[in-house]
């Protein structure tokens, strides 16, 4: 049941199996039907708050620890990060689709650490069709 991370404006691949998008915002210039997902778990994003003073922070870097350690609090709270893990336990492949441009200082990076922390199989991206 392995989790792994990769942005929505990749193409959907057969490897994918079920696709999350993770954001709580609809990603710009994707269509419902390109991003082709499975579920929009909105509820498992960074709060509006939290979202909001990330995305307005000068140094986005700098910040980047403050606003992990405050997400994963976030998540510890919530019932849909939960239900998110026993989503895991349905699937062989869960892909969670997230629309930053940052590959790797981002909220689905954190959500995948999180993940692997509570016990789910993750992998950092997803493992080429063959």
């Not at 003073?53 to 986005?60: C, I, L, N, P, S």
């Not at 910040?63 to 990060?81: K, T």
């Amino acid at each position: 049941m392995p989790f792994v991370i990769k942005r929505v404006y990749e193409p959907a691949e057969a490897g994918d199996g079920f696709r999350v998008l993770v954001d709580r915002l609809w990603p710009r210039g994707v269509s419902r039907e390109r991003a082709e997902l499975d579920l929009w778990d909105k509820e498992v994003a960074p709060s509006p708050e939290l979202r909001t003073e990330w995305h307005h922070a000068a140094d986005r870097a700098a910040a980047f620890d403050g606003f992990a350690a405050r997400y994963r609090a976030e998540l510890d709270e919530s019932p849909a990060a939960e239900a998110l893990l026993a989503l895991g336990r349905e699937h062989d492949r869960v892909t969670l689709l997230y629309g930053a441009r940052d590959e790797h200082s981002n909220h689905a990076a954190v959500l995948l650490a999180w993940l692997g922390e509570h016990g789910a199989s993750v992998a950092a991206t997803a493992p080429p069709v063959e």
